[in-house]
């Protein structure tokens, strides 16, 4: 029985945008150490962060290493100009 491929799910806030650089460096981090696809969607619900979902088969060090890992990735990959209008 094939098991499925580890992916990273990635649901991207609306009034997010994605940084080219910073997400093509997530994928290549996720292919390279895991062998896992990323995948970015767009929510049409408004949330406060991206949300990473992983799916697939992980083995449970993997996906402990990757949670800290993506965490650190994610900013570079998605960010948002809310910040300004609380500043205004």
């Avoid at 460096?25 to 995948?39: I, K, N, T």
């Avoid at 890992?69 to 960010?79: E, N, W």
């Amino acid at each position: 029985m094939d098991l499925p491929r580890p992916s990273l799910l990635v649901v991207v806030p609306p009034d997010w945008e994605a940084i080219t650089e910073g997400v093509a460096e997530l994928r290549r981090y996720l292919s390279e150490e895991f062998g896992a696809a990323l995948v970015v969607r767009g929510s049409k619900a408004p949330m406060r962060s991206p949300l990473a979902l992983y799916l697939g088969v992980w083995d449970d060090r993997d996906q402990r290493v990757a949670r800290r890992d993506v965490d650190a990735l994610l900013p570079a990959a998605f960010y948002t100009l809310n910040w300004l209008e609380e500043v205004s």
